[in-house]
């Protein structure tokens, strides 16, 4: 059973950083992308940046890159989200997502496992 649990979010004033954590398990070998998404109140759940787990390659969305870095740990089945320069903006539900196969990296449909969510709130 795959399980898919993010941490690390709070409530930090603009220009702060945050890591978000989330911790796979149950994952085999098909995992084309680990990949995280947020989603703010009344807003579509957007793509934020995921890492192809195959080559290491890692994609963002605009608005985050240079900001934000994704990376992952294999050993330890974790993949990280960390944010600098957090602006409003970005405050947001963040979920950690695994898509297998053949997926769009920035297409959420195409993520299979989901984990609960993190919220995320930044101050001006």
């Known amino acids: 059973q795959v399980q898919l649990v993010e941490s690390g979010g709070g409530l930090v004033q603009a220009g702060s950083s945050l890591r978000l954590s989330c911790a796979a398990s149950g994952l085999t070998f098909s995992r084309e992308f680990m990949g995280w998404f947020r989603q703010a109140p009344g807003r579509e759940r957007e793509f934020v940046a995921a890492v192809e787990w195959s080559r290491d390659a890692t994609y963002y969305a605009d608005s985050v890159k240079g900001r934000f870095t994704i990376s992952r740990d294999n050993a330890k089945e974790m993949v990280y989200l960390q944010m600098n320069s957090l602006k409003p903006e970005d405050t947001a539900v963040y979920y950690c997502?695994?898509?297998?196969?053949?997926?769009?990296?920035?297409?959420?449909?195409?993520?299979?496992?989901w984990g609960q969510g993190t919220q995320v709130t930044v101050s001006s």
């Open positions: 997502a695994q898509a297998g196969g053949r997926a769009d990296y920035g297409d959420y449909t195409d993520y299979d496992h």
